[in-house]
């Protein structure tokens, strides 16, 4: 299982992952699920990826070979708008999966792979879309301008209550931050290292970008802080009517 969030505020984007893949008592892999793409001034694209981690990786695979190729229909570069990018996704996840069917079937496992989509293309609104195993996919809306795959449960209630258009990109990336450690505490399934990037909307440039470890200072500290102020604002709770006598 992973975890992976993108945040759309009016100043940007934000985009969190963490690196596990499997975890069990004696066997833990990790890999990066964060994938970037910069055309500086033109057009930048992240994609995360949750799910059958043979799928997500082909997909990633043909989507690079894509690039490669001058004649191809469409591919991240050609594009016009963003939701084509999230349709061809959503079609390339779609073919990968068909073509392994029998065999998954046969061994009843899943090759299901679910995408998160994000970027800007000049000229166009910084944009997010969900991208479900079934090839479809959904964009973030003002109401809820945040988009989760993987082991979502945990981290949703603080983005419930803090994230809004109007939050900055910085404050954005600390919630991201702490959506991930409390989903981490509450499932073996999801560790570190974790990944973030934040990209400011209508620059066009490569999303700031940085890997965390448990140890990473800024990581350690937030946590800490995040602990701490949990426990004072549960200590000052209502008390009972008769706690008082």
Sequence with gaps: MTYCLAIRVNKGLVFATDSRTHAGVDYVTTYSKMHRFAWPGERICVILTAGNLATSQAVINHINKDLEKPDAEINLHKAEHLYEVAHYIGKLSQDEQQQHAPAMESSKSRAEASFILGGQIAGKD????????????????????????????????????????????????????????????????????????????????????????????????????????????????????????
């Design 126 to 245: 910084p944009e997010i879309y969900l991208i479900y195993p079934q090839g479809n996919y959904i964009s973030a809306s003002p109401e809820t301008p945040f988009l989760q795959i993987g082991e979502n449960k945990y981290g949703k209630p603080i983005l419930d209550r803090i994230i809004s258009p109007t939050t900055s990109l910085e404050d954005a990336a600390r919630c991201a931050l702490v959506s991930l450690d409390s989903t981490m505490r509450s499932n073996i399934s999801v560790g570190p290292p974790l990944e973030l990037s934040i990209y400011q909307a209508n620059s066009l440039e490569e999303p700031r970008h940085m890997t965390l470890t448990l140890n990473s200072p800024i990581y350690k500290s937030l946590q800490k802080r995040w602990n701490e102020g949990l426990k004072r604002s549960f200590n000052r709770l209502p008390r009972f009517d008769w706690e008082d006598e």
